[in-house]
């Protein structure tokens, strides 16, 4: 695709784009060499904070381009200082998703117990739990199992609780803490915000389908499933599920009822907290090219986002959700979930949550957390005790 899309540019603008693709799992491998040479590319990315520690050399300031003064959230570059040194070209994202079929339907009961008229309403964790703890309560009136899909924690199927979820805590202990994200400050967490974390993940386990006791055994599809034959009212997971929910046999949901919450803990100020959202792909401008050669750099990126003809590849041929406020409605994507993602990030007032998980020290790390959560779910490890594992494996895995 980025060989017709050099070919369009040149054809558009007369300028031509050479460009180089790695092999798969090479392209560190591929720059580094690359970088050496009189043809080194203007154009590179990194994966976030780590990359752009190896990379801080060669990362041009992009404060000052169009396709930055475009971007939906500024809060998702990389930075150092005020600078600005990698721009987020293509962002996914995920926190709870919801049938709004079914929140209506509870919205509207009579017997309902809380004062909350819509999803819309509800900004915070204490409203989040007061609202699923009285959907709960009128499950079957609802039609409905239980408001939240399994908590799977089967090995291998805990990547939603032990990397996705585990983010929101690390997000706000880096955030508050200034804590600079491409240093070594990040070999170390309190794990802070536990409680935060404990108060979201037991409202899962104990507002769900099925008993706590039984989440060993549920794999994501499990919980997709769920959702998509309206067993379950909500389900935390990222945009990519909507392929996923529309192709269980029987699904009963519809695209337009397919809505998003933050993943709300009980974080002060969590009422301006938005999707975590996030990429590991961001464009970086080689500052050891010429000044002309990083201009037309900064010129084709920005062409790609703003030209009709880019953009019809950006959403129509590499399928991106897009960050940037350059596309009209009918050249956004038609996925319910990803024209949420894109609805949230331009919500005023609303910051995104950075993905940090890209920081987590190791697998072996998030595979100890998940077997941790697995155990407290079925009470046989103590809260005090997850809290102290994940410290420690956070230390230990750091060091390796």
């Given at each position: 695709?980025?060989?017709?899309?050099?070919?369009?540019?040149?054809?558009?603008?007369?300028?031509?784009?050479?460009?180089?693709?790695?092999?798969?799992?090479?392209?560190?491998?591929?720059?580094?060499?690359?970088?050496?040479?009189?043809?080194?590319?203007?154009?590179?990315?990194?994966?976030?904070?780590?990359?752009?520690?190896?990379?801080?050399?060669?990362?041009?300031?992009?404060?000052g381009t169009d396709l930055y003064k475009h971007l939906s959230d500024k809060s998702l570059c990389v930075t150092a200082g005020n600078k600005v040194y990698g721009i987020p070209y293509v962002v996914e994202g995920y926190g709870i998703i919801y049938?709004?079929?079914?929140?209506?339907?509870?919205?509207?009961?009579?017997?309902?117990?809380?004062?909350?008229?819509?999803?819309?309403?509800?900004?915070?964790?204490?409203?989040?739990?007061?609202?699923?703890?009285?959907?709960?309560?009128?499950?079957?009136?609802?039609?409905?199992?239980?408001?939240?899909?399994?908590?799977?924690?089967?090995?291998?199927?805990?990547?939603?609780?032990?990397?996705?979820?585990?983010?929101?805590?690390?997000?706000?202990?880096?955030?508050?803490?200034?804590?600079?994200?491409?240093?070594?400050?990040?070999?170390?967490?309190?794990?802070?915000?536990?409680?935060?974390?404990?108060?979201?993940?037991?409202?899962?386990?104990?507002?769900?389908?099925?008993?706590?006791?039984?989440?060993?055994?549920?794999?994501?599809?499990?919980?997709?499933?769920?959702?998509?034959?309206?067993?379950?009212?909500?389900?935390?997971?990222?945009?990519?599920?909507?392929?996923?929910?529309?192709?269980?046999?029987?699904?009963?949901?519809?695209?337009?009822?397919?809505?998003?919450?933050?993943?709300?803990?009980?974080?002060?100020?969590?009422?301006?907290?938005?999707?975590?959202?996030?990429?590991?792909?961001?464009?970086?401008?080689?500052?050891?090219?010429?000044?002309?050669?990083?201009?037309?750099?900064?010129?084709?990126?920005?062409?790609?986002?703003?030209?009709?003809?880019?953009?019809?590849?950006?959403?129509?041929?590499?399928?991106?959700?897009?960050?940037?406020?350059?596309?009209?409605?009918?050249?956004?994507?038609?996925?319910?979930?990803?024209?949420?993602?894109?609805?949230?990030?331009?919500?005023?007032?609303?910051?995104?949550?950075?993905?940090?998980?890209?920081?987590?020290?190791?697998?072996?790390?998030?595979?100890?957390?998940?077997?941790?959560?697995?155990?407290?779910?079925?009470?046989?490890?103590?809260?005090?005790?997850?809290?102290?594992?994940?410290?420690?494996?956070?230390?230990?895995?750091?060091?390796?």
């Amino acid at each position: 695709v980025y060989q017709e899309l050099a070919a369009a540019y040149e054809k558009e603008t007369g300028v031509k784009v050479i460009v180089e693709t790695a092999a798969n799992n090479s392209y560190e491998s591929t720059l580094t060499s690359k970088m050496a040479t009189k043809q080194a590319p203007t154009l590179f990315q990194i994966n976030g904070p780590r990359g752009y520690a190896n990379w801080k050399n060669y990362c041009a300031d992009l404060s000052g381009t169009d396709l930055y003064k475009h971007l939906s959230d500024k809060s998702l570059c990389v930075t150092a200082g005020n600078k600005v040194y990698g721009i987020p070209y293509v962002v996914e994202g995920y926190g709870i998703i919801y049938n709004s079929k079914i929140t209506d339907a509870y919205f509207a009961l009579a017997s309902k117990a809380t004062k909350y008229k819509s999803m819309d309403e509800v900004k915070n964790f204490a409203a989040l739990k007061e609202v699923a703890d009285d959907m709960q309560k009128n499950a079957a009136v609802l039609g409905i199992k239980g408001v939240f899909a399994s908590t799977s924690l089967k090995a291998g199927e805990d990547w939603r609780w032990q990397t996705h979820l585990a983010n929101v805590p690390v997000y706000y202990e880096f955030k508050n803490n200034k804590i600079d994200l491409a240093s070594d400050a990040t070999k170390k967490i309190k794990f802070q915000y536990e409680k935060e974390f404990k108060n979201i993940f037991d409202l899962y386990l104990n507002d769900s389908v099925i008993p706590a006791k039984n989440v060993g055994v549920k794999t994501v599809d499990n919980s997709m499933a769920e959702f998509a034959l309206e067993e379950c009212a909500m389900v935390q997971n990222g945009n990519w599920a909507w392929g996923q929910i529309a192709g269980v046999t029987g699904n009963k949901v519809k695209a337009e009822n397919v809505k998003y919450l933050p993943i709300y803990t009980g974080v002060a100020g969590e009422e301006g907290q938005g999707l975590c959202i996030g990429t590991e792909n961001f464009y970086c401008i080689n500052k050891k090219a010429s000044k002309e050669d990083q201009k037309a750099t900064a010129d084709f990126i920005y062409w790609l986002y703003s030209s009709k003809t880019g953009k019809n590849y950006v959403t129509n041929k590499l399928g991106f959700i897009a960050p940037f406020d350059t596309f009209d409605d009918n050249e956004k994507p038609t996925d319910p979930l990803a024209k949420e993602i894109i609805k949230w990030m331009s919500k005023p007032g609303i910051t995104s949550v950075a993905w940090n998980f890209t920081l987590f020290p190791s697998q072996t790390f998030k595979d100890n957390f998940g077997a941790s959560l697995l155990r407290y779910a079925q009470g046989s490890k103590s809260w005090a005790d997850v809290k102290a594992s994940v410290v420690k494996d956070w230390a230990n895995e750091s060091d390796m």
